[in-house]
């Protein structure tokens, strides 16, 4: 910095970079295509405001790949309906917890093994349980359960488990081999018994006696 400081040798701290210029002319080292090439879909206006997945008009990569059959919105992930759980195992309850206490969502939130009461508590079997205790969480694993109540205490859920349907078997596993019939003897044709054979000899008979009377 100069120690005479006037207009005449004033000069920005940081050395400024003029913008580009497009289009202004075959000498600005810009003109003719302005820097966009020959022809093609991004040498036009508007070019480079395409819509995020965009692949010039062909079929986009999300609609070339298969679609999610099936679930439910208990089931997904992401999104409102996303179902998630924190896990709280026995071990913790022991050493947070007094005998005889009443272990509620508010009172998890309190000793803090939960951050809130917004997400559903599920109670896991890691550890040991010595002491009795009443448990209110919305589920609880078969071995947390048993150690509950091998120790005195109650577990009792805010909702109820759900009831899983046996899987359908597949059509040819369903079909039952048919049974096998039996077939019935054929009939042999009777032999005509002497009953049921025409007379022969009455005709003769009565054509015998008409010439007699005649």
Same mark, same amino acid.
């Not at 289009?23 to 302005?34: E, I, L, M, T």
């Not at 996303?82 to 509620?104: C, H, I, K, Q, Y």
């Not at 759900?162 to 019939?181: H, I």
């Not at 003897?185 to 006696?209: C, F, I, K, L, S």
């Given at each position: 910095?100069?120690?005479?400081?006037?207009?005449?040798?004033?000069?920005?701290?940081?050395?400024?970079?003029?913008?580009?210029?497009?289009?202004?002319?075959?000498?600005?080292?810009?003109?003719?295509?302005?820097?966009?090439?020959?022809?093609?879909?991004?040498?036009?206006?508007g070019s480079h405001k395409m819509r995020a997945g965009f692949e010039g008009g062909q079929n986009p990569l999300y609609m070339r790949l298969g679609k999610g059959r099936g679930g439910s919105k208990d089931a997904m992930a992401v999104g409102p309906h996303r179902t998630s759980t924190v896990p709280v195992n026995v071990a913790a309850l022991e050493e947070r917890f007094?005998?005889?206490?009443?272990?509620?969502?508010?009172?998890?939130?309190?000793?803090?093994?939960?951050?809130?009461?917004?997400?559903?508590?599920?109670?896991?079997?890691?550890?040991?349980?010595?002491? #009795?205790?009443?448990?209110?969480?919305? $589920? *609880?694993?078969?071995? @947390?359960?048993?150690?509950? &109540?091998? !120790?005195? =205490?109650?577990?009792?859920?805010?909702?109820?488990?759900?009831?899983?349907?046996?899987?359908?078997?597949?059509?040819?596993?369903?079909?039952?081999?048919?049974?096998?019939?039996?077939?019935?003897?054929?009939? #042999?044709?009777?032999?005509?018994?002497? $009953? *049921?054979?025409?007379? @022969?000899?009455?005709?003769? &008979?009565? !054509?015998? =006696?008409?010439?007699?009377?005649?």
């Amino acid at each position: 910095m100069p120690d005479d400081l006037n207009l005449s040798n004033l000069k920005p701290a940081q050395a400024r970079k003029d913008r580009k210029r497009v289009g202004r002319g075959q000498g600005s080292g810009k003109g003719r295509y302005s820097g966009r090439g020959l022809k093609g879909q991004k040498s036009r206006s508007g070019s480079h405001k395409m819509r995020a997945g965009f692949e010039g008009g062909q079929n986009p990569l999300y609609m070339r790949l298969g679609k999610g059959r099936g679930g439910s919105k208990d089931a997904m992930a992401v999104g409102p309906h996303r179902t998630s759980t924190v896990p709280v195992n026995v071990a913790a309850l022991e050493e947070r917890f007094d005998a005889g206490a009443e272990v509620t969502l508010d009172a998890l939130v309190e000793k803090g093994l939960i951050r809130n009461t917004r997400t559903d508590v599920k109670l896991l079997g890691q550890g040991d349980l010595k002491k #009795t205790l009443t448990i209110t969480v919305h $589920a *609880a694993s078969a071995s @947390a359960r048993e150690k509950v &109540e091998a !120790a005195g =205490g109650t577990v009792t859920l805010l909702r109820e488990p759900k009831v899983r349907r046996p899987k359908r078997k597949p059509d040819s596993a369903r079909r039952e081999p048919a049974a096998e019939v039996e077939e019935a003897p054929e009939d #042999t044709p009777e032999e005509p018994t002497a $009953a *049921a054979e025409p007379d @022969a000899e009455a005709p003769q &008979e009565e !054509a015998t =006696g008409e010439g007699e009377e005649g």
